[in-house]
Nanobody, 115 residues
Framework: QVQLVESGGGLVQAGGSLRLSCAASGRSFNTYAMGWFRQGPGKEREFVARISWSGRTMYADSVKGRFAISRDNVKNTIYLQMDSLKPEDTAVYYC?????????WGQGTQVTVSS
């Protein structure tokens, strides 16, 4: 059974940094793309960043230049380094993995950025 567990969220002041982690278990994820989404208060879930199995990255325009996604295929873990955080980054952050025929999601981790 595939399981994704996010960690690293918390409360931070505007301009600060956080590093989120997403540990995957249940199978090898080395050949699958993984990514981060977020859902702010009263908003729909939106794309944040994605990393392919080979390390190619994509970012939402709103986080480009501030966030960096990476992966450690030995640890089956992806990371999201978030710098220069803004109050509008406040959201629950979810990681996911693109499996054949389905997408698996974690339970989310709360990030709150105070002004």
């Amino acid at each position: 059974q595939v399981q994704l567990v996010e960690s690293g969220g918390g409360l931070v002041q505007a301009g600060g940094s956080l590093r989120l982690s997403c540990a995957a278990s249940g199978r090898s994820f080395n050949t699958y793309a993984m990514g981060w989404f977020r859902q702010g208060p009263g908003k729909e879930r939106e794309f944040v960043a994605r990393i392919s199995w080979s390390g190619r990255t994509m970012y939402a325009d709103s986080v480009k230049g501030r966030f960096a996604i990476s992966r450690d295929n030995v640890k089956n873990t992806i990371y999201l380094q978030m710098d220069s955080l803004k109050p509008e980054d406040t959201a629950v952050y979810y990681c996911n993995v693109d499996l054949p025929g389905s997408v698996a999601w974690g339970q989310g981790t709360q990030v709150t950025v105070s002004s």
